[in-house]
């Protein structure tokens, strides 16, 4: 199956179940406090889905060689990169965690976005590291327009971190999305520019970095589903779903809550 151009009533309904997605994160937000479990925020999330009609895309998701993932929510706490599964370990004063949510609206449309969150006062490390994943997100995203490649937006986010002396996981992309949780292209988070796919108007994907305050390795734990740092270095992501337009590009996982973009984003 090759990369889907969205016509007109496929970008609407993309902006609906991203913006979906993303008020699962709102709603969730003021919970996120020392004390809470990941599992109170998966129920908080899967509670929230179906007052909004939608459903989670992960509960059951099973690629090829994975068990079926067991939770409404993914939640990646510190050294975990991404794929953490909920579970009854309480959130304390100084961890940061990683919130991907994907919901399907009832039309059968996927929205996919998640956020960092910052437990109570944490260090100036994990402050820096969240932050400059933020950053280096959106530098990605500036990328997307016509005519661009997808080499141009993995170069700006590998650029900026690695000059940052953090590192970029290899092992888990971005994606596109549409009537199916992951389609083509791969979205990479390095590379070179003007090399990969060439942007059309009407692509949708998502720009989801991982970004490590050690080395880039990482390892699976033994659930099949959970991925750490090798090295257990703290790790952050953030993810929006982006569309391809004619002069540039929208990023469709916004909602009231949305952390404002950086400055440096016009
Ligand atoms: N939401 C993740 C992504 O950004 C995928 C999670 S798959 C799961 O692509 F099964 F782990 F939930
Ligand atoms: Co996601
Ligand atoms: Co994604």
Same mark, same amino acid.
């Given at each position: ?17 991203? @913006? ?9 937000? %003021? +919970?996120?406090?020392?004390? =809470? ?10 509670? +929230? ?5 939608? @459903? ?6 099973? %690629? %090829? ?39 399907? !609206? ?42 661009? @490649?997808?080499?141009?937006?993995? +170069? ?23 009537? @199916? ?19 059309? %108007?009407?692509?949708?994907? !998502?720009?989801?970095?991982? =970004? ?5 390795? =990482? ?20 993810? +929006? ?26």
């Amino acid at each position: 199956m090759s990369i889907t151009i969205k016509d007109d009533a496929g970008v609407a309904a993309m902006r609906t179940a991203c @913006r979906l997605a993303a008020e699962v994160l709102d709603a969730i937000t %003021p +919970h996120i406090q020392p004390g =809470i479990t990941t599992l109170d925020i998966d129920r908080l999330a899967a509670e +929230h889905m179906a007052k909004q009609g939608t @459903r989670s895309a992960t509960v059951g998701y099973q %690629p %090829p060689g994975y068990p079926p993932y067991p939770a409404h929510l993914c939640t990646s706490v510190n050294h975990v990169i991404c794929h953490g599964i909920p579970n009854d370990k309480v959130l304390k004063k100084g961890d940061i965690v990683n919130v991907d949510v994907t919901v399907i !609206t009832p039309e059968g449309w996927y929205g996919d976005t998640s956020r960092m969150f910052e437990i109570g006062e944490v260090s100036i490390a994990a402050k820096r590291l969240c932050a400059l994943t933020y950053d280096a997100m959106w530098l990605g995203i500036e990328q997307v327009r016509p005519g661009a @490649r997808l080499g141009d937006v993995g +170069h700006a986010i590998q650029k900026f971190a690695e000059g940052h002396n953090l590192s970029v996981v290899r092992e888990f992309c971005g994606h596109g999305i549409g009537q @199916r949780f992951h389609e083509e292209p791969q979205v990479l988070h390095y590379g070179k520019p003007g090399t990969g796919e060439e942007l059309v %108007p009407g692509m949708i994907f !998502t720009v989801e970095p991982m =970004i490590n305050l050690g080395r880039r390795d =990482i390892k699976e734990m033994p659930d099949g589903w959970t991925i750490v740092t090798r090295d257990r270095s703290l790790s952050a992501q953030w993810e +929006h779903t982006v569309l391809v337009t004619p002069t540039g590009h929208e990023v469709l996982s916004l909602s009231a809550g949305s952390p404002p973009p950086p400055a440096f984003v016009q």
